[in-house]
């Protein structure tokens, strides 16, 4: 599983995020997980927003947006992938962060 971590420079509230992966063929990438850090460390203190086991939804070009029950404080994001269902893979291509 590969992961794309952003530091957004400092702490804010997030109440969500738009992926984008590769979406030509409708593909879909397996294993997702959407966390959040304070501290960057993410050897526990991190907090799961988004977790799906197997396959998610088809890609497409307007990403697929996850909005949180709540807003949580973070400073890093991290995005976890592993392979689609048309190779072994991981296309990241954008991540909007979306808070206050």
Do not use: P
Not at 47 to 62: F, N, P, Q, W
């Amino acid at each position: 599983m590969l992961y794309v971590t952003v530091d957004m420079g400092d702490v804010y509230w997030v109440t969500g995020v738009t992926i984008w992966h590769y979406y030509s063929d409708a593909r879909r990438y397996c294993n997702q997980k959407v966390v959040l850090s304070t501290t960057g460390a993410f050897s526990g203190e991190e907090v799961t927003m988004y977790a799906v086991a197997g396959y998610g939804t088809a890609e497409s070009a307007d990403g697929n947006t996850i909005i949180f029950d709540a807003a949580t404080e973070a400073r890093y994001v991290r995005h976890y992938c592993s392979r689609s269902n048309k190779n072994g893979g991981v296309h990241f291509l954008e991540m909007s962060i979306c808070g206050f």
